[in-house]
């Protein structure tokens, strides 16, 4: 059987045939076209032995059917978000030294993108930031006399009561502002994964970044603007570090304004949105993590 199987392939590849016309071997006899092996030994083993070239699309010496080689080129399919799977990324510093590979959680790098609650959650964040102190004064709180101006009648002009009132300049406004709180309620789990969807969305666009620590040799700006020319399509950039942020790495961002540094406690969902690059350390990925998996009080 093995035997019917070698000559209809050989038959089928006429061009292979010819080299061995007039081979003989030492481990096999030459026949005709078909090429037989030893006792004991397949002919997947034997023809193993004689194919020692690499065979590709472009090769001229016409040893291989051109025809039954693909020249198409190998695509690797995309990665589908939101399956919660773990993600391997690797570790790096500012002098874009090797530094290993870090596991990300996938229950908090690779969840559903939900475009609804990255707006619900920066709405409460603009509105419980807004101050709310604006202020007007209403008729009581305005200075001024209480006496009428004028009579009711006999006049031809309008009737008024005081001068104090809002058609009067300098007069009081009405229905104006008064201190308050501007703040919406949005429950903690949905500003918790609120979180993880921009995580998530920078992450799947290669935005994210680990490096080993943010620490650099001295105070001066051009450090990190070296390090920002190395990075490709990139206009803003938040750093994130684990702990307290470094004496010298506040100095040497300080004046450039599309750097900013943040601590991993201070992490929110408006500023990853305001930069396109987001830099982590392995003790904020970790803290990040774990404070997305800490029971929330009610």
Known sequence: ????????????????????????????????????????????VACRRLSSTILTPDSSDGTFPADLLSKKAVQTPERSIGLY???????????????????????????PIRKDIIHRVVRWQLAKRQQGTHSTKTISEVSGTGRKPWAQKGTGRARHGTLRGPQFRGGAVMHGPKPRSHAIKVNKKVRRLGLKVALTARAAEGKLMVFEDLEIPTHKTKHIVNCYNQM??????????????NEKLKLATQNLHYVNVLPSIGLNVYSILLHDTLVMTRDAVNKIVERMNTPINR
Do not use: W, Y
């Open 232 to 245: 490709e399509n990139t206009k803003k950039v938040l750093l994130v570090d684990g702990g307290p942020i």
């Open 1 to 44: 059987m093995a035997l019917s199987v070698s000559r209809r392939l050989l038959r089928r590849f006429g061009s292979l045939s010819a080299p061995f016309r007039a081979s003989h071997d030492s481990h096999g006899v030459a026949s005709g076209n078909v090429l037989f092996p030893p006792k004991g030994e397949s002919s997947l």
């Open 85 to 111: 799977q773990d993600l391997v990324i690797p570790v790096t510093n500012f002098l874009n030294e090797d530094k290993g590979l870090m596991v990300l959680a996938g229950d908090v790098f690779d969840v």
